[in-house]
Each structure stands twice: as C-alpha cells, then as structure tokens.
T-cell receptor, first 114, second 109 residues
C-alpha cells in the first residue's frame, strides 16, 4: 500500500509570495493533519481535516490555511511568506479522526523562503 | 504546552537494550501515550502506543507505570539504524499530537 505522498519535496520562494503544498493520504484514510517543523520550535500542529471539514487548528496566523477534497487529498497554503516560514511541512494521515490509531507521516515538503 | 518530559539525549551500545523514559504526570484517564521516532530529515515514524497495560510489538515494548504518570520505551536490541529522535506524546485530540523536544538516541558500535 502506498504511503503518504507529499509534493513538492523541495521548493524555494521569496518573501511575500504564496505557496501551496499537497498531500495524498494513504488509500482509505480520511483524516489528514499538517505539522510544521523548524529547528527552533520543533514539530508544531497546524490543522487537521476529516471528511473535508477542519476539526482542529493549531496556533498559527491566518496566513496558514488548508482544505481537504472529497477524495481525502489535502492542500495547505501559506500566503505572504515570511523568512520564518522556512520549515519542513509534514502531512500525516489516519483512518479515523478521534480514535487511538497511529498517524502515518509523509516525508515532508521543505520550504525555503529567501 | 507539551505534556511530557524526556531527557534530551541518551547513548546506547549496539546490541544492548535502549530504555527511554518519559514523564507525563498530568495525563488524563482516557489519554493514550504514543511513541514516534524521527530519523534525520524523514517524517516521524510510529512505534507504539498504550493506555494502561504494557504493550509490545515487533519494534519495541512500552511499559506504563500503574499510576500512568510515566512510561518507558524499550528497544530490546538496538542497532545503528535506531539512532533517531524519539518522541513521547500524550494524545490530546483527534489528529493533533503535541510534540516535545524528544530524546536523541545515539546507538554506538
């Protein structure tokens, strides 16, 4: 079974631009969550979607947004990029939302903002 | 607002058991303890989780104290490929894991 797929794997943007990252969950998984990882802050929860609805949101500004499609694929968007948005963005999927099951993480999208 | 405390780093000799401790003194009765690890530049990998009882799978064992205020992850025969950052997490809400700083485990030959 294919794992969680994130695209693109690497990208470089400049301040003020916007970026869209994509995540394809494991087939059959309906919950997708997003995390940001930086050297200073570690892994931080961004938001979680289940059946196209955002069920949970972390403490990030409104420049960070996401959505989930009917096929469970998810995208996250960051507008008006800042240097501090440089990070590894990780997507994770699980079969259920709320259950005790494990999260399966993708390899991440590494964003560099210049 | 991590709910767990772990030592920042540990060493282990190859072939020996690695015992990674975690304190979660404020854990609620229905919160699970999860362990993930992250090998450099890869996504976190699920290891094991438990509620009250000790758990074992092909990767590791999880020992949870009776009062559930602490736990230990045991890698029975550590290899060099087990060198990674290990995160102990108390699951807060659906899909939301609060990661702390984790323990960097260095397995040495």
């Amino acid at each position: 079974k294919a794992g969680v797929t994130q695209t693109p794997r690497y990208l470089i943007k400049t301040r003020g631009q916007q970026v869209t990252l994509s995540c394809s969950p494991i087939s059959g998984h309906r919950s997708v969550s997003w995390y940001q990882q930086t050297p200073g802050q570690g892994l931080q929860f961004l938001f979680e979607y289940f059946s196209e609805t955002q069920r949970n949101k972390g403490n990030f500004p409104g420049r960070f947004s996401g959505r989930q499609f009917s096929n469970s694929r998810s995208e996250m968007n960051v507008s008006t990029l800042e240097l501090g948005d440089s990070a590894l963005y990780l997507c994770a999927s699980s079969f259920l939302a709320g259950g005790p099951g494990e999260l399966f993480f993708g390899e991440g999208s590494r964003l560099t903002v210049l | 607002d991590a709910k767990t405390t772990q030592p920042p780093s540990m060493d282990c000799a190859e072939g020996r058991a690695a015992n990674l401790p975690c304190n979660h003194s404020t854990i609620s009765g229905n919160e699970y303890v999860y362990w993930y690890r992250q090998i450099h530049s890869q996504g976190p990998q699920y290891i094991i989780h438990g509620l009250k009882n000790n758990e074992t799978n092909e990767m590791a064992s999880l020992i949870i104290t009776e009062d559930r205020k602490s736990s230990t992850l045991i890698l029975p025969h550590a290899t060099l490929r087990d060198t990674a950052v290990y995160y102990c997490i108390v699951r807060v809400e659906a899909g939301k894991l609060i990661f702390g700083q984790g323990t960097t485990l260095q397995v040495k030959p």
